[in-house]
């Protein structure tokens, strides 16, 4: 059967700042979180150090150089037939240190040109505030989003972007990924989402919750501001989705699956229904928890709440409590730990590949929220061989297809009202979590290896060719 996408859906392509870029210190920008980040590799933690150091190699400094290849880069994705473009605003490019009162008019003058540039070619920017680039001076001098001052820095820097581009861009998003960091335990997402290193001392959730709930807050004071800077702006949040299925019928396994998602969707709970959800609340209390809240900050999440739900989704999880089972322990629910599914096969990264898990998410979503979702990362980080001038995907074709045609089958058959598909990484990128080149998810590939040698050439893959019949054609056969 064939299922036809609704005319106005944004077909796109979707990237962050930090990670094309490049141009780390150009036209006055300030130091971002992500230019700490040395490069580690498949398995191997990158490191985040103390400034910059000398001897040490950060492939955020240099990236793809999109800030000097932007023209030539778009004119590919206007081939490729893009309707959407998702990238993020560097946060340090128009406030070095984020906690000035005058904006770098450099900085915002290299969105303008981008934006126009996209616009002039029919493509819609769709914009992320906060991609894991706050200033690095949030974190030296006020210890990153813990800090309740970031709260209105982030406003600050909202509300000077919204004003400059209420006739450029109407899709925003707030904070990128924001749930990554919903245990605390990982110092590479509470460095990225939250700018916060943890000390073994601290005790690590709360924390996080600490510094969750200001983006929250700071988030929905700029949903509100927003819509009266022009009230067609459509602002979302951002979410990744990793669905965790209970491993067995287990009651026990199932009730584990409820409390896993319950800690990602806090997040979007709270973004959606502006307010703290029940079983958060109980937890905090239970625990101890001190977290910091007004009254003021309360009625702000009430009157901030998103337009859209936009997330991304690369793959699925299990959990089991069954004793014969071995895994990671997850604190969630008594003996849960978390599980491979030996029903799906996984990436070279161990990333476990389920495009069905998509149509499920669209589902449990859509009916958790009923509002308009946009999906705006999904793809294939792979190994690619050059050959001849030419890189042969299909690996990368075969997942984004079976995706693809699990999303539409959520549209036709599910009724789920979705807007959108910006596939990650449309051109090659340095990756966030390894900072590798080489886990390569573009349709475009780019020249350059995982030490930051290449010429940076730009070169269509065969799932260039691919995207663009499905873009042309608006609909899949399933
Ligand atoms: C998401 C991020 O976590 O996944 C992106 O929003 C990231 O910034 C993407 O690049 C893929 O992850 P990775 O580690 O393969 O680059």
């Not at 780390?24 to 990158?46: C, L």
């Not at 493509?123 to 309740?148: A, D, Q, R």
């Not at 899709?171 to 960091?181: D, S, V």
């Amino acid at each position: 059967m064939k299922i036809k996408f609704p005319d106005s859906f944004l077909w796109g392509g979707a990237v962050a700042a930090h990670q094309v870029e490049g141009a780390w210190d150009v036209d006055g920008k300030g130091v971002s979180i992500a230019d700490v980040m040395t490069a580690g590799g498949n398995g191997i933690a990158r490191k985040i150090t103390q400034g910059i150091l000398p001897n040490e190699y950060y492939p955020n400094h240099e990236a793809i150089d999109f800030y000097h290849h932007y023209q030539e880069d778009i004119q590919l994705f206007k081939e490729l037939g893009l309707k959407a473009f998702r990238t993020s605003i560097a946060w340090s490019r128009i406030f070095p240190n984020g906690d000035e009162e005058q904006p770098n008019e450099a900085g915002l003058a290299y969105y303008d040109q981008l934006f126009d540039t996209l616009l002039a070619n029919g493509i819609e920017p769709v914009i992320t505030l906060s991609h894991f680039e706050i200033p690095y001076h949030l974190y030296e001098v006020y210890g990153g989003f813990t800090n309740k001052k970031l709260i209105d820095f982030f406003v600050h820097y909202a509300e000077t972007v919204m004003k400059r581009y209420k006739h450029k861009v109407k899709y925003w998003m707030t904070f990128n990924e924001i749930n990554n960091q919903a245990d605390g335990q990982h110092d590479l997402h509470t460095w990225t989402n939250s700018a916060v290193l943890l000390e073994e001392t601290d005790n690590k959730e709360e924390k996080i919750f600490q510094a969750g709930l200001n983006e929250l807050i700071a988030s929905a004071k700029v949903v509100a501001l927003g819509k009266k800077i022009n009230p067609d702006f459509q602002i979302g949040c951002m979410m990744a989705y990793v669905p965790v299925y209970p491993y067995s019928c287990h009651p026990d396994d199932m009730m584990a699956s409820v409390k896993v998602m319950d800690r990602r969707f806090f997040y979007s709970d709270i973004h959606v229904r502006g307010e703290i959800p029940a079983y958060a609340v109980n937890d905090w209390e239970k625990k101890g928890y001190k977290i910091q809240y007004s009254q003021e900050e309360l009625d702000a999440l009430k009157e901030g709440t998103v337009d859209y739900v936009g997330f991304s989704y690369y793959m699925s999880g299990a959990v089991t409590t069954l004793p014969e089972t071995k895994g990671a322990a997850i604190p969630d629910y008594p003996n849960a730990k978390m599980v491979n599914n030996p029903y799906v096969q996984a990436s070279d990264w161990g990333w476990q590949i389920d495009p069905v898990g998509l149509r499920y998410t669209l589902n449990v979503v859509y009916e958790r929220y009923q509002l308009p979702l946009f999906i705006v990362e999904n793809g294939f980080g792979a190994y690619d061989k050059l050959e001849d001038h030419q890189i042969h995907d299909p690996y990368r074709i075969a997942y984004l297809e079976e995706h693809i045609k699990q999303m539409a089958l959520a549209i036709s058959e599910d009724g789920v009202d979705l807007m959108g598909y910006t596939p990650w990484g449309i051109i090659d990128i340095v990756s966030f979590g390894s900072g590798e080149m080489e886990k390569r998810y573009g349709f475009i590939y780019v020249d350059k290896d995982n030490q930051g040698n290449g010429s940076l050439k730009r070169l269509k893959k065969d799932s260039f060719a691919w995207y663009q019949g499905i873009i042309a054609k608006n609909e899949v056969s399933v």
